[in-house]
């Protein structure tokens, strides 16, 4: 069974920065894209960046410069360096692996991590 466990959420004042971090554990075969969504209150679970199998990086245009997504294959885990954060970052992060399990390549997903910024 795979896990996928966030961590480094908190509370930070705006212009500060955070640093998450999400492994994948488990029985796997190997590790495809993992990424990152939040979702604020109120709103539907938006994409925020990820890190493809090739090295690819690719961001939402809100976070392109502040954030950097980065990667440790050897420890599957994915990190997700947050600078100058702003108010509207406020939100639940939630991790994702795509991963090569016994079923095929499935989805997986932690349960979130809250980062909230004051103003």
């Known amino acids: 069974q795979v896990q996928v466990m966030e961590s480094g959420g908190g509370l930070v004042q705006a212009g500060g920065s955070l640093r998450l971090s999400c492994v994948a554990s488990?029985?796997?075969?190997?590790?495809?894209?993992m990424g990152w969504y939040r979702q604020a209150p109120g709103k539907q679970r938006e994409w925020v960046a990820i890190?493809?199998?090739?090295?690819?990086?690719n961001y939402v245009d809100s976070v392109k410069g502040r954030f950097t997504i980065s990667r440790d294959n050897a420890k599957n885990t994915v990190f997700l360096q947050m600078n100058s954060l702003k108010p509207e970052d406020t939100a639940v992060y939630y991790c994702?692996?795509?991963?090569?399990?016994?079923?095929?390549?499935?989805?997986?997903w932690g349960q979130g991590t809250q980062v909230t910024v004051s103003s």
């Open positions: 890190s493809a199998s090739d090295g690819t990086l």
């Open positions: 488990g029985r796997m075969f190997s590790v495809n894209a």
């Open positions: 994702h692996a795509d991963i090569r399990d016994g079923y095929g390549y499935t989805t997986y």
